[in-house]
């Protein structure tokens, strides 16, 4: 490939790789300099051009005169986007590519999916939140939902040169907005709920809407002929969703109603579809409802119902949604994600049916995030713990105390509380406090094995913690 074919630059000199990162710049590269949050790649044109670079894509004006083509763009994102689908060759041609959009539920069903074509035979690829995998195998940790449009596409070249015939994705409202996933053509998308969350970037919830809706303008847009979208009809914005898309899709509603006998435990969910028993190991309805969304897609594709519903009973677990830690001590601990007030409840609701003694709740709210929801969260945890230990998540370059303040707000009137800043002492006070048949809920990080204090960013599992300190209290 040359420039011309790449950029619609006036050039036939020929293009190596694409890449944003100017250390790995080899002679025959274009380099993309991209503005980011703590790195400006505008910094280091002279370094990717003094190692060969062909040619420079950035948003700024040139600051001189370079010895190769310098292309100014309105939007990176976009930039990079277009240009992977050139150079890659459009691989998402090559798969039945399932995207998962909405504010939770996207890594469970991930997981379900990988399960169910797993064990119907069909070679599948997942990226999302925890990490990108490839047949099964890892293949990276995730730093973002979806990836730059760079790396997902070198990621979805590697996918097909694999033999990949299913990817599944986590899409996120950020990459629909900086349109990171710009030409991919997905034949089906999944949508799960819209709750409060991300305001922080879309600033209001209509535009938080506005970019989860792009996923099926999309379907409807590429070039293939399946166009199918699974929406929430329990969800009000998944009924926006199917008025709007309803002449333009093949559009199924998913909804609890179509599941019957069900019975929950804190062993999974028994249920019955279409006539056939079927079982999840993750808790509460809410992944029940998941699994009809895992359902409903493999079937889209061609898997047998009785296959489905053996992968969906073959999946032990997702990391760090209502993980359960359990070293034989006489009570219960549970690892979550929760991150929203949406999120905290439904972890609640899910719990309470078993609940024989104490609630004891740790968390805390993300630094240089939406600050909106932490009062909402701080009261959701007071009105449904006995104990509420609030702490450090990743507060960033964000002072702790102001979080802490934040979050404080929503407690007025109740006293059930107290402030441990650091996480690991936090975990330990909880499980301290717990009795026989008591319940600690950690939530916040989840899957997460890192926190981020300021500008470092330290080594920290919830789940390793709790487990070296109840080997501590003498459980192993």
Sequence with gaps: MNLRELLNIDSDVAVGEITQNSKIVVPGDVFFAVKGSKVDGNDYIDDA?????????????AKKDYPVPYLRVDDIDFAMADAAVKFYKNPSKAFFVIGVTGTKGKTSITYMLESIFKEAGVPVSVIGTINYRINGEVFSKAPNTTPAALYLYYMLDEMRRRGTKVLVMEVSSHALELRRVHGIEFDLGIFTNLQRDHLDFHKTFENYFKAKE???????????????????????????????????????ECSLSETSDIKESLNGVDFNYAGRAGHINLLGRHNLHNALFALRAALAYGVDLPSAL????????????MERIDCGQPFYVFVDFAYTTESMLRAYETL?????????????????????????????????????????DNPRREEPENIFKDILK?????TNYQVIPDRGQAVKAGLRLCGEQDILLITGKGHEDYQILGNTTIPFSDQNTAKELLGELGYK
């Design 49 to 61: 051009v003094s190692k060969g670079a062909v040619a420079v894509v950035s948003t700024e004006p």
């Design 214 to 252: 792009k996923l099926f303008t999309s379907i409807v847009e590429n070039g293939k002929n399946t166009k199918t979208a699974l929406v929430n009809s329990d969800d009000e914005y998944g009924g926006r969703l199917i008025k709007d898309f309803k002449d333009r899709l093949k559009i199924f």
């Design 410 to 414: 929503g407690l007025s009137g109740y």
């Design 352 to 392: 309470n049916p078993y609940k024989r003694g104490n609630i004891i709740t740790v968390f805390g709210c993300g630094g240089e995030r939406d600050a909106t929801k932490r009062p909402f969260m701080g009261l959701a945890a007071a009105q449904n713990s006995s104990h509420v230990i609030i702490t450090n």
């Design 310 to 321: 053996r992968g969906l009973a073959a999946l032990k677990g997702v990391p760090g949604r």
